[in-house]
C-alpha cells in the first residue's frame, strides 16, 4: 500500500538504455507473416482501377488484399468506414490495400509494386467552408452516423 505519489522502480530501465531490451515489433514467431499497406496520396478520389499483380508475382508475396477482397468495415460511429477502402479514398493515408509477405522487407517491395489508379473528387479543408451548401461530401451516409 501507500504506492500513489512514490516513484516505482524500473526494473527494464537498463535494458531499454542498453538497447537490449524486446520489443513486440522484435519477436519473429514460426511461419509469421508481414503486413504492409498501400495507402492513398490523394484526400478524396474515386477508386478506378487497383492492379495487384505484379505485387502477387513478386518473390516472399503470399497474398494481396484489396478491399473488393475484405469488405470489412470498423468504427462505432462512423458506418462508411472500411478497413481498406472500396469504392473510393477519403483522406490521404486511407488503406487501399495490404500486401502480405514472408518478411518486412518483401511486403516493403510489394507495396510499391501495386498500382493504383484515382479519379480526383473535389475537396475541401476549411471546416466552415465544409458546412456551405454544395461543398464536397467526403461521408455520403453522415446521416445514418451514430453519434
Known amino acids: 500500500m501507500g504506492y500513489i505519489g ?15 531490451a524486446t520489443y513486440a515489433f522484435d519477436v519473429e514467431l514460426p511461419g509469421m507473416l508481414h503486413a504492409k499497406l498501400v495507402t492513398s496520396s490523394h484526400a478524396h478520389a474515386k477508386i478506378v482501377k487497383i492492379d495487384t499483380s505484379k505485387a502477387e508475382k513478386s ?36 488503406p487501399v490495400a495490404a500486401v502480405i509477405a ?13 498500382e493504383v489508379e484515382y479519379d480526383p473528387l473535389p475537396t475541401v479543408f476549411d471546416p466552415f467552408e465544409a458546412l456551405k451548401p454544395g461543398a464536397p461530401i467526403v461521408h455520403e451516409k453522415m446521416a445514418e452516423y451514430r453519434v
Open 6 to 20: 512514490k516513484s516505482m522502480p524500473q526494473y527494464d530501465s537498463f535494458l531499454k538504455v542498453t538497447g537490449t
Open 59 to 94: 518473390p516472399g508475396v503470399v497474398a494481396v488484399a484489396t478491399g473488393r477482397e475484405f469488405p470489412y468495415r470498423l468504427g462505432i460511429y462512423v458506418g462508411d468506414r472500411d478497413v481498406l477502402a472500396i469504392d473510393k479514398v477519403r483522406w490521404v493515408g486511407h
Open 102 to 114: 514472408e518478411t518486412l522487407e518483401a511486403a516493403e517491395r510489394g507495396i510499391d509494386q501495386v
